[in-house]
């Protein structure tokens, strides 16, 4: 993947990388059982994209900030390391300021991925922005970069590796594994 340099430099700042649950870490789908119980569906590029940011990228923290609540949705941020989670949380940009304020952060020292309009007040704040490649085109305009990948398959992962490529840290990652 051949990233353009306007990219790379926003990605090289980046020491918290937030993003939404449904529609980017999943694919949107929401399958609701007679119990009440919410499944949800996780790739596994995204789940190891966890994995290699623990291992290579331990300066940089996570935040999982979703409008919608799950039991399923915490366990699943506890069990990826996930630094910060907001559920049922429509004001994402106050999210995302108050981890600002808690880490000493600015804002250019964040990227989000988010997929729909509830996501705009910050991906258009933020020093990085991606959303799916199936994302609302208002969505898509508003970000700096759009994924190959479709809600739910790999979107995650594929922003970890342009971080990770821009600051120096992929060669790292390769030669671990080969």
């Known amino acids: 993947m051949k990233l353009k340099k306007e990219i790379t430099d926003k990605a090289k700042k980046i020491k918290l990388l937030a993003t939404d649950v449904d529609g980017v870490l999943t694919d949107g789908k929401i399958v609701i059982l007679n119990s009440g119980e919410e499944l949800k569906f996780w790739d596994a590029y995204d789940r190891f994209a966890f994995t290699l940011l623990r291992k290579f990228a331990t300066g940089i923290k996570i935040a999982w900030i979703t409008g ?8 699943r941020a506890k069990e990826v390391g996930v630094h910060y989670l907001y559920q049922k949380c429509m004001d994402k940009i106050s999210a995302v300021n108050e981890i600002l304020k808690k880490e000493n952060l600015s804002v250019n020292e964040v990227a989000f991925i988010g997929d729909d309009l509830v996501d705009l007040p910050v991906l258009l704040r933020c020093g990085f922005s991606a959303c799916p490649k ?4 208002d969505v898509k305009e508003a970000v700096d970069y759009i994924t190959d990948a479709k809600s739910g398959k790999g979107v995650f992962r594929e922003v970890v590796e342009i971080i990770f490529k821009s600051q120096g840290l992929w060669k790292k990652v390769l030669e671990n594994y080969r």
């Open 68 to 75: 919608r609540a799950s039991p399923q949705v915490d366990a």
């Open 134 to 137: 199936n994302a609302p085109a």
